[in-house]
């Protein structure tokens, strides 16, 4: 299949983001290094959640003559103190926040079950407690910043296919009675981001808040290496071919970026947005969309998202009534 990427218009690539503060998570890599480059590029400032801060710190240098301005806070989502400190931080000093990119993510390349230290399967831990506290606590920040707009990274993989379509298990997230899939509870992550997005969506009617889920594309990242020496082999082997058909860290970036710039995005508030990607098991997914409808029925499941989001509230141990 052609590529087809799907690409920030020219009014949205040159708008000015001057004063604007964005937060970007995973922002030293990837996906989450281009999306934060070019807000920077075009003026904007953006506060970069990383766990490794030595590595953001050195990323950042590729940021010098560009218009705009970076910070770096230190964030592990797999530690719900860390986000708390990290919220706190970033409420000390800044008094806005336009736009929120919950892109950090993971999967679990040793294949093990691991639970984070506050008792969450560590990539849902990561991918989604950890981004759902983060963005409850910036809730009011948001919604006092006009227009501002929340976007959390989620992948095809939460597509599944006809035959097997991944699923929230809200009543065994920690493994107790099914066995682990480091695939699966990746896939499981995604679709709670998808979920998350959307009930929050609902939630936000009325405040000038708007919320996005994404499927970046098929990333030449750092993503998935900490294989073992199979993996890596294969993957040096398939390089060559799987550079044909996935997409560079810039182009998949796009869809964030258009989520958070964008005029027409927050007119989808909840919505799901693709780049295009092969990865798709229904074909008719391919191209893509901004926004699209997930094939997958329990991603569009509002009454499972509605349980997801009361449900965790009590697991992060947050007040419900927030
Ligand atoms: N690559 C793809 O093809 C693809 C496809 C679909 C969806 N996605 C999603 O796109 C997002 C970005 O991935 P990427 O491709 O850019 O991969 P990447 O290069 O591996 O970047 C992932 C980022 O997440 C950060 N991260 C991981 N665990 C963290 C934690 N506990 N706390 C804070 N940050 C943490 C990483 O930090 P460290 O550098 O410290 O590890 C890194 O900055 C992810 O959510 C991923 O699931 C990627």
Same mark, same amino acid.
């Given at each position: 299949m052609p590529k087809n990427v799907r690409r920030l218009d020219q009014q949205t690539r040159n708008k000015n983001l001057a004063g604007r503060v964005y937060i970007v998570t995973?922002?030293?890599s990837g996906v989450g290094l281009e999306t934060t480059r070019q807000i920077i590029k075009q003026g904007g400032h953006v506060v970069m959640g990383c766990r490794r801060v030595d590595v953001a710190q050195t990323v950042a240098n590729g940021f010098?003559? $560009?218009?705009?301005?970076?910070? @770096? @806070?230190? $964030?592990?989502?797999?530690? $719900?103190? #860390? %986000?708390?400190?990290? %919220?706190?931080?970033? $409420?000390?000093n800044y008094d806005r926040l336009d736009g929120l990119a919950g892109n950090a993510g993971m999967v679990n390349m040793q294949g093990d079950l691991v639970l984070t230290k506050d008792g969450f399967e560590q990539t849902i831990g990561i991918s989604y407690f950890g981004h759902f506290l983060l963005t409850e606590l910036l809730l009011d920040i948001l919604k006092a910043t006009p227009g501002s707009r929340i976007v959390l990274l989620s992948s095809v993989g939460h597509a599944g296919s006809r035959r097997s379509r991944p699923r929230v298990h809200l009543d065994d997230l920690t493994y107790k009675s099914r066995s682990f899939s480091n695939f699966a509870a990746y896939a499981e992550a995604k679709v709670a981001n998808i979920l998350y997005m959307a009930e929050l969506a609902k939630r936000l009617e009325d405040t000038g808040v708007s919320t996005a889920s994404v499927h970046p594309g098929w990333a030449r990242s750092n993503f998935g290496s900490g294989g073992g020496l199979g993996m890596r082999i294969a993957m040096s082997l398939m390089r060559p071919l @799987?550079?044909? %058909? #996935?997409?560079?860290?810039?182009?998949s970036a796009q869809t964030s970026l258009h989520c958070l710039l964008s005029d027409d995005a927050p007119k989808h508030s909840g919505a799901y947005f693709s780049q295009q990607s092969v990865l798709y098991r229904d074909r008719e997914c391919r191209k893509g969309g901004w926004p699209m409808q997930s094939p997958n029925p329990h991603a569009r499941d509002m009454d499972t998202a509605k349980k997801l989001v009361n449900l965790s509230y009590d697991l992060v141990g947050l007040n419900r009534t927030r």
């Open positions: 995973g922002a030293n010098a003559g $560009l218009a705009g301005s970076h910070d @770096i @806070i230190r $964030l592990d989502l797999a530690d $719900l103190a #860390s %986000v708390r400190e990290f %919220v706190a931080a970033f $409420l000390r @799987i550079r044909f %058909v #996935s997409n560079s860290n810039e182009e």
